[in-house]
């Protein structure tokens, strides 16, 4: 027989009446609460903080206390005078744009090729996912020397076969573009796992039906594959933008931002505003700008695939 | 009580005794931040720290050392933490900062007069700021000179370096070196792109040796945009446009190579020179003056100064002090200090104090630090102001667009002076807020 229950609020469950199993509800609120103070303490308290500083003038070495007022200036000095944050921003959305479509692109393609009965296939995978778990500074340093416009073995190959030589990541006009390049070599292999899975995950009875109907392999594809493979798509389109979005550690081993900023992003250009020149709150209102700018495209992705899967 | 309880209470108890008395016997710890850390360096700045902690029993000192590319940012953030260090050794461009923040202690007086007694007054304004409060301890000053590859200057019909500016221009031409296939092999000037101090401190002194400024006397307003800083740009293009110079080479790590012909370098580079596996430190490398610009009368150059300074916010300031008094004082008349010895011998650099430029005046004597210590006596050093690192980092990247073929020197210029005037005039609000 069940104990007699209490409601207690709007917002607590139905409190059994017997005292052991409110005692044990009580200890349930209390583990529930541990990782509640520990995210309050070190994620909304750090972004209500910085959303505080972003309104202010601050160095990081004075007093929080003695943080001079600046309202919404700092907004202002970013979106309408710092060209260097400008050219960041577009910087980085090349490099979302470039990534995000290369890796769904290749991430998709190179899944259907492994998800079919190809020779040596478990070891393809392997390969493929090897970049995805080596460190990125590795990578970074790795590529700075088959980049480099003198020794680099990507230039004595292109000059083998009788094209000029190119600078790659010390040319204004093709630093950003070798950099996308690396991370598509990065992550690529992260995404072809998650489309593997969704491609493994439709069943096999859809294709078996569509043959005897007198289907083709694009027809297949067209109607069957892509729209149960989009609630992947999602996934992959959402996280590999938030991430292109956030690039820095590749950027920083790499260019630097170099040649004149020419390959710097919104991320870089934040750590050295905060830490090369002390200035916090200008750092802290880029935060909440890119914070703003991911929100939106997220929220943009996530309606555009998700009302479209839902009408299928 | 149980068999087991005992022996919990007594193992506890033996800890208590044991971490109390070393807690006793070292009852004050002192962490110091530097950026020197080679093995060869952290190994004679240990032996410093040993030699005192033994004459000091009671004082515990660590030493932390990270990149100087990173040691700003550890200052930041370990200040902001909270785990700040006791005693910093940081270059001197970032005191104004420091000071408007009130993160320096004042240097007690002993130490100043001590600081007045054997230093010049060149570099004790070089650890002070406009108020003319000094800060703490110079040690290294480091002025730039041209650095050159004899055999490559031979080989490419030069006997002697270049003494003006269209001697550089045509002598880096002749040094560089490009295959058939565009693969540069052999650079006649090489520049630093990705680090500041690298193109900025070169730029600072061809401009100087221009007759230029970088910024006015009273530190106020930038004054680089002019026309001999303009001239001084319109070098950077030309030797890009005859292949004098590529940024794709850097200088810093292709000179010790024998891949560089010239590079405009500090002192503290004669460990990494002499240690070089592509160039002959002994036979090869070479200094000369800085090459004389269109619009300047005589060699000139820049020295920048780095100094030993305490957190105002340790509580063992008396005991910081006495540490860094202890390092920078001559204990035996003649022998020079123990930092002296360290960055002569280890580093190559020019100690501050003239107790240790005497002492050490035979290791400077050589043919690479006797020609820095000669340009130290002219070298204008280097204008410290608050906002002075954002300027440098914006000067930086305007030169590397001139490099890089992306703007013009008047363009670029323009566009850093505007930026770092509003940097020093937000300054100086901040300062009167």
Do not use: C
Request: aromatic share 12%; no cysteine; charged share 15%.
């Amino acid at each position: 027989m069940s104990s007699p229950a209490i409601k207690s609020s709007w917002w607590m469950p139905d409190i059994p009446k017997s005292a052991v199993l409110r005692r044990r509800m009580l200890w349930a609120y209390v583990f529930v609460a541990a990782p509640i103070i520990a995210l309050l303490v070190f994620l909304a308290g750090p972004i209500l903080f910085s959303g505080w500083v972003s309104l202010h003038r601050w160095d990081m070495l004075s007093p929080v206390g003695d943080m001079p007022w600046r309202g919404l200036q700092n907004y202002v000095f970013l979106l309408t005078r710092d060209s260097i944050f400008i050219k960041a921003l577009g910087n980085t959305f090349l490099f979302a744009i470039g990534g995000v479509g290369a890796n769904t692109i290749l991430g998709l393609g190179f899944a259907l090729l492994l998800n079919s009965r190809i020779r040596g296939r478990t070891v393809w995978r392997v390969l493929y996912f090897m970049p995805v778990i080596t460190a990125p500074l590795a990578l970074a340093v790795m590529f700075s020397f088959i980049f480099d416009r003198n020794y680099g073995i990507v230039n004595s190959v292109i000059t083998a076969l009788g094209l000029p030589r190119q600078p790659f990541l010390s040319g204004p006009n093709q630093a950003l573009m070798t950099l996308i390049f690396i991370a598509i070599y990065q992550y690529v292999g992260y995404y072809i796992v998650i489309f593997l899975a969704g491609l493994q995950g439709i069943p096999q009875d859809y294709y078996d039906a569509a043959q005897v109907d007198g289907a083709g392999n694009w027809q297949e594809f067209r109607f069957i594959t892509l729209p149960l493979l989009r609630p992947v798509m999602l996934f992959v389109v959402v996280t590999n933008t938030i991430g292109a979005l956030q690039v820095f550690d590749l950027v920083f081993a790499t260019t630097g931002g170099a040649p004149a900023n020419s390959s710097m992003t919104v991320v870089l250009h934040m750590y050295n505003t905060a830490f090369k020149f002390s200035r916090m709150g200008r750092a802290s209102a880029m935060a909440f700008i890119l914070f703003a700018i991911i929100m939106l495209i997220t929220v943009m992705q996530v309606r555009l695939l998700r009302d479209r899967s839902y009408q299928d | 009580m149980s068999f087991n309880r005992s022996i919990l209470v007594l193992l506890s108890l033996a800890l208590i005794l044991i971490f109390g008395a070393a807690t006793l016997a070292q009852d004050t710890t002192l962490t110091m931040l530097t950026h020197w850390g080679t093995e060869d360096q952290l190994a004679a700045q240990q032996a410093i720290i040993d030699a005192y902690m033994e004459s000091n029993p009671g004082v515990n000192i660590e030493l932390v050392t990270v990149d100087f590319g990173e040691l700003r940012t550890k200052i930041i953030t370990g200040r902001t933490a909270g785990i700040s260090a006791d005693v910093y050794h940081f270059y001197h461009l970032w005191l104004p900062d420091f000071v408007n923040a009130g993160v320096l202690d004042q240097p007690p007086e002993d130490a100043l007069a001590y600081i007045n007694e054997n230093v010049a007054q060149g570099t004790i304004d070089a650890v002070s700021t406009s108020d003319g409060q000094t800060w703490g301890y110079p040690t290294e000053v480091n002025p730039y000179l041209l650095v050159y590859n004899k055999r490559l200057l031979a080989e490419a019909g030069y006997d002697t370096p270049p003494a003006n500016w269209n001697e550089l221009k045509e002598i880096a031409a002749a040094i560089t070196q490009v295959d058939d296939t565009g693969a540069i092999s052999q650079v006649g000037l090489g520049v630093m792109p990705g680090w500041d101090s690298g193109i900025v401190h070169p730029f600072s002194a061809l401009l100087f040796s221009n007759g230029g400024n970088y910024l006015s006397a009273d530190r106020t307003v930038a004054e680089f945009n002019s026309a001999q800083g303009i001239e001084t740009l319109q070098l950077y293009a030309d030797l890009v446009a005859s292949g004098g110079t590529d940024p794709s080479i850097n200088g810093l790590g292709n000179f010790p190579s024998g891949t560089v012909g010239m590079v405009i370098m500090a002192p503290w580079w004669r460990a990494t020179l002499r240690a070089a596996e592509g160039v002959d430190f002994e036979t090869e490398v070479r200094v000369a003056e800085i090459p004389v610009g269109p619009s300047g009368d005589a060699p000139s150059s820049i020295a920048y100064t780095w100094l030993f300074a305490v957190d105002s916010s340790s509580p063992n300031k008396e005991a910081a002090w006495d540490f860094i008094h202890w390092m920078n004082a001559e204990h035996d008349e003649g022998a020079g200090s123990a930092i002296g010895d360290f960055l002569v011998n280890a580093l190559g650099a020019i100690p501050s104090f003239d107790h240790d430029q005497a002492a050490f005046a035979e290791s400077m004597s050589d043919h690479y630090v006797s020609a820095f210590v000669a340009a130290s006596a002219y070298a204008r050093p280097e204008q410290i102001v608050a906002g002075g690192q954002e300027i440098k980092t914006l000067l930086q990247v305007e030169i590397e667009a001139v490099l890089a073929g992306m703007t013009t020197p008047e363009d670029a210029l323009a566009s850093v002076e505007q930026q770092a005037n509003a940097i020093l005039e937000e300054q100086r609000m901040m300062a009167e807020e």
